[in-house]
């Protein structure tokens, strides 16, 4: 079983930004990027150690066009989730 899991942002769709929840069962390093939709970072959310429990990181994407994104949480023993989020307007 992983130590995190990411939860879908809320809200999604979104506008201007969206907050994106993750849980931690044991303290680990991780990293939750951002990603749109041909593959290109265009946020970090969470770079480096977190402590066991519920993470709430904003993504800001006010400046960024609409479309599809990937949100991508990395941690420490290799887990690799990924989720979809849509922002319009």
């Known amino acids: 079983e992983s130590l995190a899991k990411i939860t879908q942002n809320n809200p999604n769709p979104f506008i201007g930004e969206t907050a994106v929840q993750f849980e931690v069962a044991e303290s680990t ?22 402590a066991s429990g519920v993470h709430t990181a904003i993504f800001d994407a006010a400046s960024l066009p609409s479309g599809l994104y990937f949100c991508r949480m990395l941690t420490a023993d290799g887990t690799v989730q990924t989720m979809k989020m849509i922002k319009t307007r």
């Not at 939750?32 to 977190?50: C, F, P, Q, S, W």
């Open 29 to 50: 390093a991780l990293t939750v990027k951002v990603y749109d939709v041909i593959g290109r970072e265009v946020a970090t959310l969470h770079d480096g150690y977190a």
